[in-house]
Every structure is written in C-alpha cells, then in structure tokens.
C-alpha cells in the first residue's frame, strides 16, 4: 500500500479526540520550517485529514501535556478548541486562502455563528478615526450586528470597548496563542472579551513560545485572514500604507467578503491604497449608514459547522 492510500485509509472516520487532536496540531507546528500554508497545503493533499492523520498517538499525547501545562502557567486552565471535520467548526473560515485546521477559543463559541463585522484599523488613530470607530461600532451593533476585532491598541480597542459599552457582543480574533496577553495595557480588556464574549487563536502554544518575538510577528497577519473570513464584512476606519490592516483587506476580497474603506481615507495625499482597493471591488464610504445596505440581515446563529 502506498503512503498515500495508506493515510487515506486511516482517515476512516474514528472517534475524535479533542485533546489528540490539539496535541498533534502543536507537534505539526514544531516540526522545521511549518507555516499556515505548509499546513493548508498538506490538508489540501489529504482531504478529511486530521492532524492526528500526521502524527503518531504518544508525540500527540506528550505535546497537548507540554501545551496545557504551559496553558495553565499562565493561568489558562478552561478552553476550548475547534477543529475542521470535526463539527462546530464555522464553514466560512474555509473561504480563506489557508483556512486553519484547529482554533482555540474562550468564552462563547457560539459567536462564532453570529453575523459579525470586523471593524479594523491603524494601532496609533487620529482622534478623529478613534470617534469613528466608535460610531461605527456602535450604529452596527445597535442594527445587531457582533463586532470582531483583533485587540490591538487604537481602533481595535475602541471597536471592542464601544460594543461592551453597547452591551452587544464581541470577538477577538488575536495574533498571540490563546495565554499570552498583547498588548499589556488591554488585559482586562482581554479578560472581559474571554470570559463574557468569545476570544479566538489561531497561534500554537509551543511554537510561539519557543520563537522569538519577530518570528511571532508574523502570526498577525494570519489572525487578520481568519478574522475576515469569520466577518461578513470589513470596514477600514484609519490605516497607512504599510499597514497589516491591509493584509485584511486583500483577505476580505479574496474570500468574496464586503470590503468598506471610509470616504476620509480617499481624500488624503498620502495614500494610494484606498482607490488601489477600490478598482479592486472595495466600497467607498460616503455615508456610514450605508454600509448596513451592503449588509446580510444579522443572524443570532448561522451554525452550519
């Protein structure tokens, strides 16, 4: 039998366990050279593949031990993981480029399947930028939308702080593995967000902590393509030229999701990416209420996972 019928034969459907699986998915990542697309790439080869499909039961078992222990030195002692072909997995995140295998989360999965929308942005805003932020967080989650952000300082911040203060619900999708804070100064932020609304990672534990800081960077931009593909749609309050923000927004018109850049954005000199995503099929802004004519009617719930 040839590797390659054989993994299919083991990819017979079996009890999943959650806990395997974890372990594997951080095994995969500590093997050289492992990237989001790497990983995308295998699972593309191997249709119906778990993780576990790829690494032996007792490397499983040791690492998910290694993770939750390094979990729980952080104080994370209660989470949860999603993972692909194994139910409550939300479809739409296999609209991205390299839809991730296996998520972690706190909180309320069941956001996972309201209709939210990512309202993102540069992490050092005009005053301006941060009151529109606020305003668009809060005309959307009145019209009952959730509002997902990614718990960076600036507009991150104030898209998460204006659903609170609206008492609407809110998920952070963050760049960091599911027990590290960042940045510091949003910590009860993060804390309220995990215990009261729905905090999502994509970032394996081991890996991230055995890396260093600018081998991690790199870990947000993933989180900026899970974060769209989650979104029924993005809405670009302030960013510049090099932002990751824009990272977003090519995820957000590759998955076929509703990109919104506000008409300010248009009028600076300094920017050419505003009219670059324009001719590419993003909406300009002209009149914040607009944008919830561009919208899906909001859902408490479009589970198909």
Same mark, same amino acid.
């Given at each position: 039998?040839?590797?390659?019928?054989?993994?299919?034969?083991?990819?017979?459907?079996?009890?999943?366990?959650?806990?395997?699986?974890?372990?594997?998915?951080?095994?995969?990542?500590?093997?050289?050279?492992?990237?989001?697309?790497?990983?995308?790439?295998?699972?593309?080869?191997?249709?119906?593949?778990?993780?576990?499909?790829?690494?032996?039961?007792?490397?499983?078992?040791?690492?998910?031990?290694?993770?939750?222990?390094?979990?729980?030195?952080?104080?994370?002692?209660?989470?949860?993981?999603?993972?692909?072909?194994?139910?409550?997995?939300?479809?739409?995140?296999?609209?991205?480029?390299?839809?991730?295998?296996?998520?972690?989360?706190?909180?309320?999965?069941? +956001? $996972?399947?309201?209709?939210?929308? !990512?309202?993102?942005?540069?992490? &050092?805003?005009? #005053?301006? @930028?941060?009151?529109? *932020?606020?305003? +668009? $967080?809060?005309?959307?989650?009145? !019209?009952?939308?959730?509002?997902? &952000?990614?718990? #960076?300082? @600036?507009?991150?911040? *104030?898209?998460?702080?204006?659903?609170?203060?609206?008492? !609407?619900?809110?998920?952070?999708?963050?760049?960091?593995?599911? @027990?590290?804070?960042?940045?510091?100064?949003?910590?009860?932020?993060?804390?309220?967000?995990?215990?009261?609304?729905?905090?999502?990672?994509?970032?394996?534990?081991?890996?991230?902590?055995?890396?260093?800081?600018?081998?991690?960077?790199?870990?947000?931009?993933?989180?900026?393509?899970?974060?769209?593909?989650?979104?029924?749609?993005?809405?670009?309050?302030?960013?510049?030229?090099?932002?990751?923000t824009l990272t977003q927004a090519r995820a957000a018109l590759h998955q076929g999701r509703?990109?919104?850049?506000?008409?300010?954005?248009?009028?600076?000199?300094?920017?050419?990416?505003?009219?670059?995503?324009?001719?590419?099929?993003?909406?300009?802004?002209?009149?914040?209420?607009?944008?919830?004519?561009?919208?899906?009617?909001?859902?408490k719930a479009h589970r198909e996972g």
């Amino acid at each position: 039998m040839s590797p390659a019928a054989a993994l299919a034969a083991t990819i017979e459907v079996e009890a999943i366990s959650p806990r395997i699986e974890m372990g594997a998915y951080e095994a995969l990542w500590l093997q050289k050279e492992t990237t989001f697309k790497r990983i995308a790439d295998r699972f593309r080869e191997h249709p119906g593949a778990l993780p576990s499909n790829f690494v032996d039961p007792a490397t499983a078992e040791l690492t998910q031990q290694r993770a939750a222990a390094r979990l729980a030195a952080a104080g994370i002692n209660r989470f949860g993981i999603r993972i692909h072909g194994a139910g409550d997995y939300p479809v739409p995140l296999r609209d991205a480029k390299e839809p991730v295998e296996l998520l972690y989360y706190r909180g309320s999965w069941e +956001l $996972a399947f309201t209709t939210s929308v !990512a309202i993102v942005g540069t992490r &050092s805003p005009t #005053a301006e @930028g941060v009151k529109r *932020a606020e305003r +668009l $967080a809060r005309m959307l989650a009145g !019209a009952g939308y959730t509002i997902t &952000s990614g718990l #960076a300082t @600036g507009i991150d911040t *104030a898209a998460h702080r204006t659903a609170l203060t609206c008492n !609407a619900p809110t998920i952070a999708v963050i760049g960091t593995h599911i @027990g590290q804070v960042y940045p510091r100064e949003n910590a009860d932020l993060q804390k309220e967000i995990a215990t009261n609304h729905l905090l999502i990672s994509q970032v394996p534990v081991l890996r991230s902590e055995q890396q260093d800081y600018r081998a991690n960077r790199l870990f947000f931009p993933e989180r900026n393509k899970t974060m769209s593909a989650l979104s029924a749609a993005t809405v670009i309050v302030e960013a510049g030229e090099t932002s990751g923000t824009l990272t977003q927004a090519r995820a957000a018109l590759h998955q076929g999701r509703k990109l919104f850049i506000l008409d300010n954005l248009f009028q600076r000199p300094d920017l050419t990416w505003p009219k670059t995503f324009l001719e590419k099929g993003a909406i300009r802004v002209r009149n914040e209420d607009d944008i919830l004519a561009e919208l899906p009617p909001p859902t408490k719930a479009h589970r198909e996972g």
